[in-house]
């Protein structure tokens, strides 16, 4: 799939167990958890209890992917060889895979996370570890090399779009070291998501953003209220 879902129907995802936000909160709100799976945060009692929580919730999980440098919460870019990247985001989507399992759910994606996702969007090699790590999962992202060697391998793809990130003029994401990487205002929050929201399969509401919960719950009722059936892809 390339192209964004048909009718106005759209997928409420956020990051959740990195142990920074109300997870039980915001699975109350979101239609996906991108869930961490331990190498930027969380841990297996965490994804334990968030894949609990989904699943009673009828919340899709995700497996977040991303380096494994926790001291950087995933946002440092690692020159990662192919087989040990493959061999970690294996090992990510497997530890999460079985523990969903046990919760009465299951992975139904992958999205990377942090540094990982902007090289990926860029970079082949890496693009191409983070695919041959995840099976066939389907994957979640941005416009850029991750998604166009997912569709052409016949990988579901979805796009998503961020009401709390600015965009620059070619589209990508401001990087967080620069000003106006973040919107924080609730009203300029729910404006993007609005404006994004007939052009993407899913929004992103990052979980460690301050006030998340009221953004993400102020998010879904603008969505609601303009029409728009809140369902995970």
């Known amino acids: ?35 961490a799976c331990g190498y930027h945060a969380g841990s297996p009692a965490i994804m334990r209890t968030v894949c609990a929580e989904a699943a009673r ?16 919460f995933g946002r440092v870019a690692h020159d990662v060889a192919y087989e040990v990247l493959r061999e970690q985001v294996a090992d990510q989507v497997g530890t999460l895979a079985s523990i969903a399992a046990d919760e009465g759910t299951s992975v139904r994606y992958v999205k990377p996370h942090g540094a990982l996702y902007h090289r990926a969007t860029d970079d082949e090699e890496q693009a191409a570890a983070v695919l041959a790590g995840s099976d066939q999962l389907p994957v979640l992202g941005m416009p850029g090399v991750l998604l166009t060697l997912a569709a052409a391998a016949g990988r579901t793809i979805f796009h998503e779009g961020f009401p709390d990130r600015g965009y620059t003029p070619d589209g990508r994401l401001v990087p967080r070291s620069e000003p106006g990487a973040l919107i924080e205002d609730e009203n300029g929050i729910v404006a993007q998501a609005l404006a994004l929201a007939g052009t993407v399969d899913s929004l992103c509401l990052h979980g460690d953003s301050p006030g998340a919960v009221a953004h993400a719950v102020a998010v879904r009722r603008a969505l609601e209220a303009a029409g728009y059936v809140l369902h995970t892809f």
């Open 1 to 35: 799939m390339d192209t964004p879902l048909s009718g106005r129907t759209i997928d409420l995802n956020a990051d959740l167990g990195e142990e920074v936000t109300d997870d039980r909160a915001l699975l109350a709100v979101v239609t996906s958890a991108n869930v």
């Open 57 to 72: 919730r009828h919340v899709a999980v995700g497996a977040q992917v991303s380096y494994k440098d926790r001291a950087n």
